[in-house]
Antibody, heavy 118, light 112 residues
Framework: EVKLLESGGGLVQPGGSLRLSCAASGFTFTDFYMSWIRQPPGKAPEWLGVIRNKANGYTTEYNPSVKGRFTISRDNTQNILYLQMNTLRAEDTAIYYC?????????WGQGTLVTVSS | DIVMTQGVLPNPVPSGESASITCRSSKSLVYKDGKTYLNWFLQRPGQSPQLLTYWMSTRASGVSDRFSGSGSGTYFTLKISRVRAEDAGVYYCQQVREYPLTFGSGTKLEIK
């Protein structure tokens, strides 16, 4: 059974940093692309970026809205996906989800809440 | 970026009736392989979104055949037949044709 468990969310001050983690199990982690998506309260999801699988060199793509501030990485020995977020702003407040994705499958974790406020 | 625009449903929809949700993209989602890269998701209250269909009209594993996707390169419809209480939530279309991937603003379905 595929499982994705996000952690690391919480309250952070504007200008601060936070690193989110997503622990994956139930599938061969290195075979799959993994994404981060966020959803502000009461709004639509926003795709943040993707890190490709081993066959595609673990390269990354980002949404221009967060490029340069957010970094996606993965620890393929521990099956963990990361999202490093810097220079956080109030508008970054959202539930952050990790996602396993192929062209025919998509599965999201339950998310972790990030609140940016002073 | 490709902009996804979703329609509004005349809520609530009586149980047992059909509902059609529309989505439009600002650019064709047909790729050179001939497939249309459009996903539909359902987000029930308090849950994360779940995939309903991919390639515009192919149901994801375990999804009821009451859900059917259709459309052209830029205009898409998700039809839900014989709606049930469990179908309530917000439906999102998502283009996966090119980066950055983008979502529609969502269409809320309420059941009477």
């Amino acid at each position: 059974e595929v499982k994705l468990l996000e952690s690391g969310g919480g309250l952070v001050q504007p200008g601060g940093s936070l690193r989110l983690s997503c622990a994956a199990s139930g599938f061969t982690f290195t075979d799959f692309y993994m994404s981060w998506i966020r959803q502000p309260p009461g709004k639509a999801p926003e795709w943040l970026g993707v890190i490709r699988n081993k066959a595609n060199g673990y390269t990354t793509e980002y949404n221009p809205s967060v490029k340069g501030r957010f970094t996606i990485s993965r620890d393929n020995t521990q099956n963990i996906l990361y999202l490093q977020m810097n220079t956080l702003r109030a508008e970054d407040t959202a539930i952050y989800y990790c996602e396993i994705i192929t062209t025919t499958f998509a599965y999201w974790g339950q998310g972790t809440l990030v609140t940016v406020s002073s | 970026d490709i902009v996804m625009t979703q329609g509004v449903l005349p809520n609530p929809v009586p149980s047992g009736e059909s509902a059609s949700i529309t989505c439009r993209s600002s650019k064709s989602l047909v790729y050179k392989d001939g497939k249309t890269y459009l996903n539909w998701f359902l987000q029930r209250p308090g849950q994360s979104p779940q995939l309903l269909t991919y390639w515009m009209s192919t149901r994801a594993s375990g999804v009821s055949d009451r859900f059917s996707g259709s459309g052209s390169g830029t205009y898409f419809t998700l039809k839900i037949s014989r709606v049930r209480a469990e179908d309530a939530g917000v439906y999102y279309c998502q283009q996966v044709r090119e980066y950055p991937l983008t979502f529609g603003s969502g269409t809320k379905l309420e059941i009477k």
